[in-house]
């Protein structure tokens, strides 16, 4: 054994030891093992390392594949740090293999991919899923989600997305959390905690929470766009949800295609370095997105791939996702002074932190075993895991005369619409390996359901070409009917990467079709399957009731014909407000009031000449089977001083006839303050479920953090002043109090 062997020996050795203390928090301390391993490194390895490189698509994790001699030649090299989309027991433990017995220092790689919301057993869309507003689900998804990643090869993924999105036109509306940033950042957090367990024991995954940062502001919802946003709204709407993955221990994060002010998001020192690292103290590293570095070449601040590796690691930048800007040209810059071996240095112990915390130096191939991976992936465990998730995400948004629940008389049911019986749609953006074979429809859930009724289909029209017709034969399947249940909304592929539309109302012949089926005088209950809130008044206006079920995955039909059938009792809460029309994007609950609110009686007022400025449906809207008052609210304190938490408390009562859940929100409006504040933030909120009749008093927090924002002179203060609070069932809540932060007591 020559001393580099006996280095790693000892090194395998110690760290296969801490993995048995893994649990605990705060992380083992690794530094002196990185210190060994970087002792045996050249520059040409630790630039290697900072290299990411992806190999294709069109596999599948249990499908044969073979992988290019150019890739193996490449991690022989020691050119490669991870690789991205390698997924399977068997091709990551080949390639495994290959860096840990042939590269020069026998570094372990990194396997990455974008586990959305699912590799295979497809779970609702995020902003689905976000609709549950329930952070112990959103945990248990997100771990089931790790738990067939990690069976199949993967350590890694680009997830979540906990970018705050206010432009619906934005297709990555999909894979976030919506609009809100204090929930937003509560399931930031609970998706990393489900993602990475404790402290990445068991069959857990790193996490990479994305964009950061303010991708979700890219002007006019388009993909990639310039981001000009202020330090306030930035600090206030756009990084808390970052700020909570990073305390929930997130190990790595991507910053965003977009620029902010005039910096990309790869070259932002002031995001990467000041903000991430100094004042956050995150200790994991970061990646770029798919070719951002190079791309600051097409936005105009480097001359090519060179200079932009240059200002990419000096601004903090770790690892260069497919650019290879900097395995091309960092060991020049070295050479030329332009950075410095240290800047390099400490990137590479950030990357090989994360590496030790994984336990890839222990077993590099703990994540490789073909046995698990056939029998660990797409169970019925998960499958029951995802159909939870799928339920809590319906939103009910109508529900005129109680007609649903369906009636347990009806025997003919005419199932109309593209999505009624599409499988491929229901699985969204980034199915990544969803099986569609897999999916069950709203068709073939309500024909599951409903055995002993007549359940006619009939297509009626495509979801984007207003030629493709035949609504003669729908008309027909809805005259011979009892009730329309009509399956509209958008193409699974309208929303995520790549996807911005100009216009959000429902496309194609659709809205045709809805109202040719109106004048059969049947009841229709609109099945809504949407990446994004829609503009759908016309719908909303007339439908007997509308189901919003997003793309639900895989177990998409069966919770539609659970909720339809009032097996499901629906309970999700909006978490994007829907507005009216396009044109009236933005909107967001959380808007500033401005001197002249819009009044109707005031044409010189914040108002528009053609249409309302109200949303739709309101952000945090969605009705029940059951019913809920709320009464008796309770400030705890008149007065508090700054630093004092103050605690709401609101009865709750079931007054209907289903045992029900609610989601009991609480918002806040500061005014006067130093400076403008929005007229209602969200600071609280409680799932609970009550039987008919029951009540509950909940009890809803509010700790200086919550009550502070950033004054004028951009200081995170609670300030002394007025707070009005609002609490109920949705964002225009009208029970409401008051207290007063005063600083002394
Ligand atoms: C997307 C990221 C994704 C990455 C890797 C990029 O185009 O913006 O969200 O993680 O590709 O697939």
Not at 572 to 594: D, R, S
Request: proline fraction near 5%; hydrophobic fraction near 40%; aromatic fraction near 8%.
């Amino acid at each position: 054994m020559n001393f580099r062997m006996l280095v790693l020996f000892s090194i395998l050795i110690c760290s296969s030891l801490m993995m048995g203390q893994n649990k605990a928090k705060p992380w083992p301390n690794y530094e002196h093992q990185i210190d060994s391993v970087m002792s045996l490194m050249s520059l040409d390895d630790k630039i290697g390392q900072l290299n990411q490189v992806a190999h294709g698509w069109g596999w599948g994790p249990t499908q044969p594949v073979s992988i290019g001699q150019d890739f193996k030649k490449l991690i022989k090299e020691g050119k490669v740090g991870s690789f991205l989309n390698a997924v399977g027991a068997k091709l990551t433990k080949e390639l495994q293999k290959i860096a840990v017995t042939e590269s020069p220092v026998k570094i372990p790689l990194l396997f990455g991919f974008d586990v959305i919301h699912g590799l295979q057993t497809t779970f609702p869309i995020p902003l689905a899923e976000s609709c549950t507003w329930d952070m112990d689900l959103i945990e248990k998804s997100a771990s089931t989600q790790a738990k067939e990643a990690y069976n199949c090869g993967v350590h890694w993924t680009f997830a979540p997305m906990v970018d705050i999105a206010r432009d619906p036109r934005w297709g990555r509306i999909a894979e976030g959390s919506g609009e809100d940033t204090y929930l937003g950042s509560q399931i930031a957090a609970a998706r990393i905690k489900g993602l990475q367990g404790d402290n990445l024991s068991g069959e857990h995954i790193i996490a990479c929470p994305k964009h950061f940062a303010a991708y979700g502001a890219a002007e006019g919802g388009r993909d990639y766009n310039t981001v000009d946003i202020s330090e306030r709204t930035l600090r206030e709407v756009y990084l808390p949800p970052f700020k909570a993955a990073v305390d929930a221990g997130a190990q790595t994060l991507m910053c965003s295609f977009n620029e902010i002010s005039g910096t990309p998001s790869s070259v932002n020192k002031h995001l990467l370095t000041d903000i991430l690292r100094n004042e956050w103290n995150f200790s994991g590293f970061i990646v770029s997105d798919w070719n951002s570095i190079g791309e600051t070449v097409a936005h105009g601040i480097s001359a090519d791939n060179k200079e932009a590796a240059k200002k990419a690691i000096n601004a903090g930048l770790d690892m260069d996702m497919e650019t290879r800007a900097y395995i091309n040209n960092l060991k020049d810059l070295v050479k030329e002074g332009e950075v410095s071996v240290s800047t390099i240095d400490e990137s590479v112990r950030r990357i090989l932190r994360v590496k030790f915390r994984l336990g890839l130096f222990s077993d590099p191939f703990r994540f490789c075993d073909e046995k698990k991976e056939a029998t660990e992936i797409g169970n019925a465990a998960e499958r029951a895991a995802a159909l939870e998730v799928t339920e809590n995400s319906l939103v009910l948004l109508k529900n005129k005369n109680n007609i649903l629940p369906l009636a347990k008389s009806l025997q003919k049911i005419a199932v109309i619409g593209p999505l009624a019986n599409s499988k491929r749609n229901l699985l969204g953006c980034w199915e990544q390996f969803g099986d569609t074979n897999k999916v069950v429809t709203a068709l073939e859930g309500l024909q599951k359901k409903y055995p002993g009724k007549e359940i006619t289909y009939a297509f009626g029209c495509s979801i984007n070409n207003p030629e493709e017709r035949d609504f003669s034969a729908a008309i027909k399947a809805a005259n011979e009917s009892e009730l329309v249940v009509l399956a509209i909304g958008e193409d699974g592929h309208f929303s995520g990467e790549a996807s911005a539309r100009t216009s959000i109302e429902i496309p194609g012949a659709q809205t045709a079709l809805f109202e040719a089926l109106r004048k059969c005088g049947k009841p229709i209950v609109v099945v809504l399957m949407n990446g994004r809130p829609l503009a759908i008044p016309a719908i909303e206006k007339n439908a007997d009731a509308i189901l919003d079920a997003w793309f639900g995955g895989i177990t998409a039909g069966d919770a539609i014909a659970n909720a339809l059938s009032g097996d499901f009792v629906p309970c999700g809460k909006l978490t994007t407000t829907f507005p009216l029309a396009t044109g009236q994007v933005p909107i967001y609950y959380n808007h500033k009031n401005t001197g002249r609110p819009a009044q109707p009686d005031n044409f010189f007022s914040s108002k528009y000449i053609d249409l309302s400025e109200k949303p739709l449906f309101p952000f945090g809207y969605g009705l029940s089977y059951s019913t809920f008052e709320y009464s008796d609210l309770k400030i705890d304190d008149k007065n508090i001083s700054s630093a004092e938490t103050n605690h709401v408390t609101v009865k709750v009562t079931n007054t209907g006839k289903y045992k029900a859940s609610e989601v009991v929100q609480l918002y806040i409006n500061r005014n006067p303050a130093s400076v403008t504040r929005p007229v209602r933030e969200l600071k609280d909120f409680q799932k609970i479920t009550l039987n008919p009749g029951e009540s509950k008093t909940v009890t809803l927090e509010l700790n200086p953090e919550k009550l502070s924002f950033y004054n004028d002179k951009m200081e995170f203060r609670n300030e002394p002043g007025k707070v009005t609070v609002f609490v109920g069932t949705n964002s225009l809540a009208d029970l409401s109090g008051q207290f007063t932060i005063t600083n002394s007591k």
